[in-house]
């Protein structure tokens, strides 16, 4: 299980790291669930946000940001405080259209 969670770490982190986000402190600004269209990197932190939030189970990611919710907005909320604030809003979609099963809204 140590392994796993290093696993999603390290995959988040070096994703994170080539898509122009990185980990920041939590703050207020709470992405709003708006849908637009996304491009350059934030279709990026979008498609890196859905592959990461579809690849596990909700419990799993949620354990992995270290939070005790499955409730899918509170999940890709805390994924998309990894990002600094200005590119949230693509993150916080892509995890949470993963999560809740829904198609990606950007092609791969």
Known sequence: MHLMRVGIATLSIALLAGCGGGPTESSDDTPTAESREFTGVD???????????????????????????????????????????????????????????DPPKIPA
């Open 43 to 101: 279709a990026e932190n979008y498609r890196t946000a859905y592959y990461i939030c579809g690849k596990f189970s909700i419990k799993k990611v949620a354990s992995d940001l270290g939070i005790h919710s499955t409730d899918p907005v509170t999940v890709a909320k805390k994924y998309a405080d990894e990002y600094i604030p200005e590119n949230r809003l693509a993150p916080f979609e892509g995890c949470l259209d993963a999560l809740t099963g």
